[in-house]
């Protein structure tokens, strides 16, 4: 094929980004496991090693996971299977890659199985996230598509892109869609690796085809490879500040405690004169829950009681006290003495109306946990009576979803953008045998408060706006634009201008 000059330049630029390394994000549990891996993760097991690890990890599964039973999945039939292969000449990469195979199999988007990494082989030199239904593609430097004038990726190596996505999935945990679909195309990096696993030949260079906006025009291009997997990164990138039309604008780009406190410290003082406030947690992977204590104190009112939003029980084992749920997670039972008297009504009230959508089974877990939100007895914690606006989208998880959930139905407080991802798991490593393999598994069963499970399903946003595909090349942010819209028009109202 003949290639123009601007392809040209497009394969100097995935050239010079053929060493960039895979970046794993904060509890990405189901990225990929390269870095992850054991330097003997190749060595080839003895049969009896092989099984010792697989009594282990179905142990842990029928022992400690939270969501051994949650959809249905018949976990001991996949390991009875596993079981009769011959196990004897297994690697370490192939049974880790076999039992993340049937942990997958489960909806807890925490669960996964470390110490392994899949075959070595060329990566894609572009990177892919999906708008709805279709697929953009982009240089790894976010400058750019793949075309001008071609935004949308249909094709690589002559297969439909979802044929690839649903190879991919494989070894996604069957959580919600948007979680399946971008943790899919996280894994589809690798591409060798799926190659083989959809019998396309292997080669130093990857075909695929473009479309434009309307689905009409077709673009073909054919790359070269990189050896790495590229990073995705957090997007979109920028700090928080004050936007030109006097809104704050808050980036909460990690819930990890340490930089998304301060973050908050730092600026709500200097938005205590906007006239409205953007809390953007797009691409927040999660961490802990100390920022969602820390800005409910500026959200809600002086007068407002406690806010009690979630519901969760742990499984019972040996290894999970009394006060399992306490620590980072801040949940206590009904009667628990560590409540004020205010909080206590608050959980009694919630209790009453709270129906959970998956009965747990008797007998495995513990009394119902609650975690409830109070303003912090600060003076210098002011109530931000404007209007608020949180950004999320599909990669929102695990801390995040918890985030967005305590906010959602705060007085002022609009959620906007696209689905979170869901999950919410307390999770545990349990060894696998004499092996380098590692189980992560939840051991938390974790409710929203109109009962539905967090995995599986996300936070809803209340107004749902979709990115364009420009947002991921550095091009205007209509999401973000269509949040500062909402704030003018909330502060023209007149119910907003009388303070009533």
């Known amino acids: 094929m003949v290639k123009r000059p601007a392809q040209l330049l497009t394969l ?3 050239l010079s980004v053929s060493q960039i390394p895979l970046v794993k994000p904060a509890s990405d549990t189901n990225a990929i496991h390269a870095q992850d891996a054991n330097p003997s993760s190749s060595v080839i097991l003895e049969r009896t090693t092989a099984e010792s690890a697989i009594n282990d990890f179905q142990a842990a599964l029928n022992q400690r996971w939270s969501y051994r039973h949650a959809n249905g999945s018949d976990f001991d039939a996949a390991i009875a299977v596993l079981r009769k292969r011959n196990l004897a000449g297994m690697s370490v990469n192939e049974l880790g890659i076999e039992l993340q195979k049937i942990l997958a199999l489960g909806i807890d988007g925490h669960s996964g199985v470390f110490g392994y990494r899949l075959p070595p082989g060329g990566c894609l030199p572009f990177l892919i996230e999906a708008v709805g239904s279709r697929f953009v593609a982009f240089t790894p430097d976010r400058r750019a598509f793949l075309a001008d ?4 990726i249909t094709r690589i190596d002559g297969k439909d892109i979802l044929e690839w996505c649903e190879a991919a999935a494989a070894l996604v945990s069957k959580g919600s869609p948007q979680y399946i679909r971008h943790r899919s195309l996280n894994l589809m990096r690798e591409i060798d690796y799926w190659r ?16 434009d906006r309307k689905g009409k025009a077709r673009k073909a291009l054919t ?5 790495s ?5 957090v997007w979109p990138s920028g700090g928080s500040r004050v936007l030109e039309t006097n809104v704050g604008y808050l980036r909460l780009a990690s819930m990890r405690e340490g930089p998304s406190v301060a973050e908050i ?27 969602l204590l820390a800005l409910y104190s500026y959200l809600a009112a002086p007068e407002d009681p406690p806010h009690v939003f979630t519901a969760a029980a742990y ?16 949940m206590f039972r009904a009667n628990a003495s560590e409540w004020s008297p205010a909080e206590r009504r608050a959980v009694a009230t919630f209790a009453r109306i709270f129906k959970p959508q998956w009965k747990l089974p008797p007998g495995e877990f513990s009394d119902w946990h609650y975690m409830a939100l109070n303003r912090v007895g600060d003076p210098e914690i002011y109530y931000y009576h404007k209007p608020v606006i949180v950004l999320m989208n599909a990669k929102c998880f695990s801390a995040t979803d918890i985030f967005l ?6 007085k002022n407080v609009r959620l906007l953008g696209m689905t979170s991802s869901g999950g919410s798991a307390y999770s545990q490593e349990i060894a696998l045998g004499a092996t380098p393999l590692r189980v992560r598994v939840g051991t938390m069963a974790s409710f929203q408060a109109d009962g539905k499970l967090f995995d599986g399903n996300g936070i809803q946003p209340d107004v749902r706006v979709e990115a364009n595909p420009e947002y991921f090349v550095g091009g205007p942010d209509n999401v973000l634009d269509q949040a500062v819209r909402l704030i003018a028009k909330a502060n023209s109202s007149p119910r907003t201008r009388t303070g009533r």
């Open 223 to 227: 790359l070269p490879l990189v050896k």
């Open 265 to 291: 410290k730092l600026w709500m003082p200097k938005f205590c004169a906007t006239s409205g406030l953007i809390v953007d947690v797009r691409d927040n992977n999660g961490g802990d829950r100390a920022a």
């Open 315 to 330: 499984r019972l084992h040996k290894l999970h006290p009394e006060n399992y749920l306490a620590g980072n997670h801040h």
């Open 229 to 233: 997997p590229l990073a995705y990164g």
């Open 196 to 211: 083989s696993q959809l019998n396309v030949p292997k080669t130093d260079t990857v075909e695929v085809q473009l479309s």
């Open 149 to 152: 004038g071609f935004p949308f």
């Open 405 to 410: 959930a305590g906010l959602k139905g705060l």
């Open 12 to 14: 100097i630029l995935f």
